[in-house]
């Protein structure tokens, strides 16, 4: 089965960048469809991204501040995130889209403060 691990987060201040990655155990390429999600403290987990082979999509929260792609040869998924802002804050984790409970890693912690 499939595992996939998040890396990438940290802390960064308002404005700022991180790139997060997904690196998955097998191959990525029999999952139509990859996406990136976040949960914050006290709320529930929602989708910020999707990328399958001919489409992106992203909540309308992060349009024009994040970038979704996918590397099929490297069985790896990218967030790109920019002028991140402190409700950004939260646990962001990759599984396909639609998501599939068996697929949840542990995520990667991204923290927007100054």
């Known amino acids: 089965q499939v595992q996939f691990v998040e890396s990438g987060g940290g802390l960064v201040q308002p404005g700022g960048s991180l790139r997060l990655s997904c690196a998955a155990s097998?191959?990525?390429?029999?999952?139509?469809?990859m996406g990136w999600y976040r949960q914050a403290p006290g709320k529930q987990r929602e989708l910020v991204a999707s990328i399958s082979s001919t489409s992106t999509n992203y909540a309308d929260s992060v349009k024009g501040r994040f970038t979704i792609s996918r590397d099929n040869a490297k069985n790896t998924v990218y967030l790109q995130m920019n002028s991140l802002k402190p409700e950004d804050t939260a646990v962001y984790y990759c599984?396909?889209?639609?998501?599939?409970?068996?697929?949840w890693g542990q995520g990667t912690q991204v923290t927007v403060s100054s």
């Open positions: 599984n396909p889209f639609p998501p599939t409970r068996d697929y």
């Open positions: 097998g191959s990525i390429f029999r999952f139509y469809a």
